[in-house]
């Protein structure tokens, strides 16, 4: 799909005088910049960002400031000087050359400049063992041009209330910055880093941070908002912090995906350059001080996270119900579900002293997410309940999982197999309740246990009536509904609810995001890549994530037949597909790992699950039970109006079992694994639960093993066959994993644009002297990373690099040379019944 690059509007109203004081400084720097350098094209290296969200308000002022803007320029025009004009011809054709298909802004070109920011000293090393293996160089790929981010669209925006300087500076060397922080003032960073409070109270994201020996880690990258750091209390009026560096290694998933390019912190801001003035002029921390968004060198929009006055309240007031605490969060999607879901989360888990509540939370947090789609601590596609003891700081993509016992654990996972309940919401529901099952059983050990649900944005139709369902039978304390706005059809409904429950409804204002710069698909696939990358040592408290491409881990082998058999099945969600294909759909998929706990998990194709739909036209409607009646089997049929109703099956068909149901194929003798009529009937989540995901890399007939590449522990697995369970491998509606396909391409590529650089430094060190045997070696050097760049483009699955005569007549109309290979094309369909054909392009 191609997509724009729309022009951001004004985050804020803006007067007259200040919008005309700031176009005339805007035009001198035009006129300036003509007269030093002719603009250049730079090839764009992020992805195109989303529309901005605004209200009306900030529409209606926006409009008008755009519309004073384009006067002016008519005005400007009129006039004798021509620079600016000129200028802005160039800024109008740079923006017309951005109108690019988002598959051409994803292709790296071979002139894209170099950074040396936000990099480890690292050493190259070359080895020719199954291709060329590169350890990384310094450098840095965040330094590129955006199609989002141009200086005419850039808005000055505050983020800092603290100035540093040696009054508050307390010591500061190349690791570490520590700080003095007045109360009501604060300080953001942007980067990852870890954060000690030494003295007072600071607030960062919901959780009010008291002195002790913790550190926490924190990451702020530029895809979301950027967390603020404020003084509460402090001694003598301030707090004392202090920040250090940190190398997790997230910062290399740029070297995997343009997706991850742009995200850190880049080179020194101003602030930076005050506290490192005894060190090399090239240390770079992994975080850095930012007073305004002025002071990105990226010239990115960045913007604080600050929270409206109400949900401040509401989660004050949530908060003093303690242990008793169990709310539901829902409302429209882009609404700030999850950001409330976070903040209540860490305001929960603040480690507050005895003296300043009668509450002292030593329980932990049980947090029940059934947003498939964007869940915080788990992969697309999965609904869970985890257990959280320590508060998180950073988007969902630094803790794709949880594997450390410190901070969190998964209880309870079941697979959805689709970014949305809608597919199966019979399934949904039952998953839903088997979990609110298990928070049930986590009281008997940890009895001040609150519970925060997170419901996803489908909130109209049919989501309503689960939605409403849930909240007549999960026996919660509180519902919280994210939009002021309604719509009436949605607020009644859940209030009638909620009041034939007992159960209190609060409405707060939603509170979007401005200016995104990945769209929801995006942040899916960044997920899911950082999920596979991600790795827990056992002896470090903190993640790692490995930046090798998946595509040269070590499976992890299984085999699906013969005596010693790990696989007992595999099922594939939605349409049934023909034994013979089963092969194809599954190899380069994804597949969630699942543990079938009894023989009979498959829901029976004539019995009835808890909440069924016959049509798929739905009228809303209100499904009121009794908390009592929770566990009794409750059906969805038409009544003679074509309305729901609640009717109950006393006499369900009984359960199927597993082997009854699977079919060998008949080259690989995989056991397909199918019941139902047409679709699929999916494992009961009483009876069974996920592990995790993973993606098939092959298929071997011949010994009859399947290769996988996931995350999931091997003692996670051993467990699971200690207890007796069987092993199903279900395939969903998941997105491709596009982004591993191509993961050793983006790898290559950047491995030969870092060791250019390198010889382009080494090249300025010593005056291109360099002796005879040194150019040989790097020559060759050279000539096996070009040769692993043409093995990654031809060699890898279901993906050809072709070049796009579109790009080269654009390219080479503008910058005079042609473009070089501009478009991927995969060579297989999505999954059995998919609109694509074989080729498609992404």
Request: include cysteine; charged fraction near 25%; glycine fraction near 6%.
């Amino acid at each position: 799909m191609k997509r724009k690059a729309e022009k951001s509007q004004a985050a804020a109203p803006v007067s007259a005088f200040a919008a005309r004081k700031a176009r005339q400084q805007q035009a001198q720097r035009a006129a300036a910049a003509a007269v030093e350098k002719p603009v250049a094209n730079e090839s764009a290296s992020e992805p195109p960002s989303k529309k901005a969200r605004h209200s009306p308000e900030e529409a209606t002022a926006a409009e008008q400031e755009r519309t004073q803007l384009r006067r002016s320029t008519r005005r400007k025009d009129a006039g004798p000087v021509e620079k600016p004009a000129e200028e802005a011809r160039r800024v109008t054709r740079s923006q017309e050359d951005l109108r690019r298909p988002a598959q051409e802004q994803f292709q790296p070109s071979e002139d894209q400049p170099s950074s040396d920011a936000e990099s480890e000293i690292e050493v190259a090393s070359v080895e020719e063992a199954n291709g060329v293996g590169l350890a990384p160089l310094q450098g840095d790929g965040d330094e590129f041009e955006s199609p989002a981010d141009t200086p005419v669209q850039l808005q000055e925006f505050p983020l800092s209330k603290t100035r540093l300087n040696k009054n508050n500076v307390v010591y500061s060397d190349e690791h570490r910055l520590c700080v003095r922080i007045k109360e009501k003032m604060s300080l953001v960073f942007i980067g990852h880093y870890d954060l000690w409070v030494k003295r007072g109270v600071v607030s960062l994201m919901g959780a009010k941070l008291h002195p002790s020996s913790r550190v926490y880690r924190v990451y702020a990258p530029s895809t979301h908002s950027l967390p603020v750091i404020k003084c509460v209390s402090g001694v003598d009026g301030a707090a004392e912090i202090e920040v250090m560096s940190c190398h997790s290694g997230i910062y290399r998933l740029r070297h995997l995906s343009p997706l991850y390019e742009r995200v850190w912190n880049s080179k020194n801001t101003a602030a930076d350059k005050i506290t490192l003035k005894n060190v090399s002029p090239s240390t770079k921390r992994t975080f850095s001080v930012l007073y305004t968004s002025a002071d990105d060198a990226l010239k990115r929009h960045l913007r604080p996270l600050h929270l409206e006055k109400q949900w401040s309240s509401a989660i004050k007031s949530l908060s003093q119900r303690g242990g008793r605490l169990r709310t539901l969060i829902c409302g429209p999607k882009a609404s700030g579900k999850s950001t409330f879901s976070r903040y209540l989360l860490n305001h929960l888990l603040s480690p507050a002293p005895q003296t300043e509540s009668s509450y002292r939370n030593t329980d932990g947090v049980a947090f029940l997410d059934l947003d498939p789609g964007q869940p915080e601590f788990s992969p697309m596609g999965q609904v869970y309940l985890a257990h959280l003891r320590s508060p998180v700081f950073g988007p969902p993509f630094s803790h794709p999982s949880l594997d450390d016992s410190r901070n969190g654990t998964i209880i309870r996972a079941h697979h959805i197999g689709a970014s949305s309940p809608k597919e199966d919401p019979d399934h949904y529901v039952l998953a839903a309740k088997d979990l609110m099952d298990r928070y049930r059983s986590l009281l008997a050990s940890y009895p001040q246990c609150p519970l925060i649900i997170n419901y996803p944005g489908w909130i109209f139709g049919l989501g309503l009536e689960v939605a409403t369902y849930l909240v007549s039978s999960l026996g919660l304390s509180d519902v919280v509904y994210m939009s002021e706005k309604g719509p009436a059809e949605v607020i009644e409904p859940l209030g009638q609810a909620a009041a034939q429950a007992k159960v209190p409804l609060t409405i707060l204002p939603s509170q979007p995001t401005d200016f995104v710069s990945r769209s929801s698909a995006q942040l899916r696939s960044m997920q899911m890549q950082s999920y596979f990358h991600k790795t827990q040592p056992s002896d470090m408290e903190n993640p790692l994530w490995l930046e090798q491409p998946l595509s040269r881990a070590q499976p992890f082998q299984v085999h699906y037949s013969g005596p010693n058999q790990d696989i007992q099945g595999i099922m594939v969600m939605g349409s049934q597909i023909h034994p013979d294909l089963l092969s194809e759909v599954l190899d380069g998929s994804l597949v969630a790992v699942v543990a079938v706990e009894s023989p009979n998990a498959l829901l029976g194709g004539n019995s009835t699950p808890e909440f069924t739909t016959t049509t798929t036209t739905t009228t809303t409607s209100t499904v009121t039970a009794d908390a009592n009646d929770a566990a009794s089997d409750i059906s969805m049929v038409d009544d003679d109006n074509n309305n729901k109703r609640p009717s109950n099956n006393p006499n369900p068909a009984p359960p199927t079992t597993l082997t009854s149901n699977i079919t060998l194929t008949a080259h690989e003798s995989l056991p397909y694994l199918f019941a139902g009529s047409g679709s699929s009937n999916p494992l009961d989540p009483r009876k069974s639960h996920s592990l995790g995901l993973a993606l098939v890399r092959s298929i071997d007939p011949a010994s009859q093993t399947i290769d996988l590449v996931t995350p999931i522990a091997g003692s996670q697995i051993e467990k699971a066959r200690q207890q007796g369970h069987s092993l199903v491998l279900v395939r969903g509606l998941l997105d491709n994993p596009n982004w591993a396909i191509s993961e050793e391409y983006y790898a290559a590529r950047s491995a030969q644009k870092r060791h250019r650089d390198a010889l382009e430094k080494l090249a300025k060190r010593t005056g291109n002297a360099v002796d005879a045997a040194e150019a040989r070696s790097q020559q060759r050097v050279a000539e096996l990373l070009k040769d692993r760049v043409r093995r990654a483009s031809t060699n890898v699955p279901w993906m050809t690099v072709i070049e796009d005569p579109r790009s080269r007549q654009a390219e080479g109309s503008a910058a005079g040379t042609p473009r070089e290979k501009g478009l991927w094309k995969l060579r297989k369909k999505a999954y059995s019944g998919s609109g694509s054909e074989g080729e498609g392009e992404w």
